[in-house]
T-cell receptor
Framework: GENVEQHPSTLSVQEGDSAVIKCTYS??????FPWYKQELGKRPQLIID?????GEKKDQRIAVTLNKTAKHFSLHITETQPEDSAVYFC??????????FGTGTRLLVSP | DGGITQSPKYLFRKEGQNVTLSCEQN?????MYWYRQDPGQGLRLIYY???????QKGDIAEGYSVSREKKESFPLTVTSAQKNPTAFYLC???????????FGDGTRLSIL
């Protein structure tokens, strides 16, 4: 079955810096890759997703890139702000099969 | 999302007791899921259902049971066989399996 690895497990940056979180997946047939943000004690919320027919997608300060050949995808956050501090999860799925989540990255943005 | 309601928000279980966590959605989603999250950990899938009256085990189903008698409801029972039930439980739904999942606010379960 699908396996998703996520790195790093923790990431500390200064406000205004960029943050990059990377995920690799094992099943080359996977075609849907969402990213979720979870603030402490709250529900995970979908922040951006990408499908395998595109290589990059942007939404304001957030972007996701996908490299199908290497089977990895990354979340890029530019001009980080303290409110970006949270745990971020990547996930992958193929067709109509269940999502497989990564283990999460705790991002801390210091003022 | 306002479309998924989990209750209660906090729940305490006594030794040997079964407890049921409620999950209701009004998004008309076919697929529903239950996840367990331990402190500082990721999401582990307990059970999922693609359609009414059908459900499949996830990665950590032992000690849990579910039912899907109605499209909008997917309750999770934590049985006495689950020896370490203390965790944050999240319910989610999606239009179809593999599509964007929307999560409820979660239930925090503790042992008395």
């Amino acid at each position: 079955g699908e396996n998703v690895e996520q790195h790093p497990s923790t990431l500390s940056v200064q406000e205004g810096d960029s943050a990059v979180i990377k995920c690799t997946y094992s099943d080359s047939a996977s075609n849907y890759f969402p990213w979720y943000k979870q603030e402490l004690g709250k529900r995970p919320q979908l922040i951006i997703d990408i499908r395998s027919n595109v290589g990059e997608k942007k939404d304001q300060r957030i972007a996701v890139t996908l490299n199908k050949t290497a089977k990895h995808f990354s979340l890029h956050i530019t001009e980080t702000q303290p409110e970006d501090s949270a745990v971020y999860f990547c996930a992958a799925s193929k067709g109509f099969q269940k999502l497989v989540f990564g283990t999460g990255t705790r991002l801390l943005v210091s003022p | 999302d306002g479309g998924i309601t989990q209750s209660p928000k906090y729940l305490f279980r006594k030794e040997g007791q079964n407890v049921t966590l409620s999950c209701e959605q009004n998004l008309n989603h076919d697929a529903m899921y239950w996840y367990r999250q331990d402190p500082g950990q990721g999401l582990r899938l307990i059970y999922y259902s693609q359609i009414v009256n059908d459900f499949q085990k996830g990665d950590i189903a032992e000690g849990y049971s579910v039912s899907r008698e109605k499209k909008e409801s997917f309750p999770l029972t934590v049985t006495s066989a689950q020896k370490n039930p203390t965790a944050f439980y999240l319910c989610a739904s999606s239009i179809l399996e593999g599509q964007p999942q929307h999560f409820g606010d979660g239930t925090r379960l503790s042992i008395l």
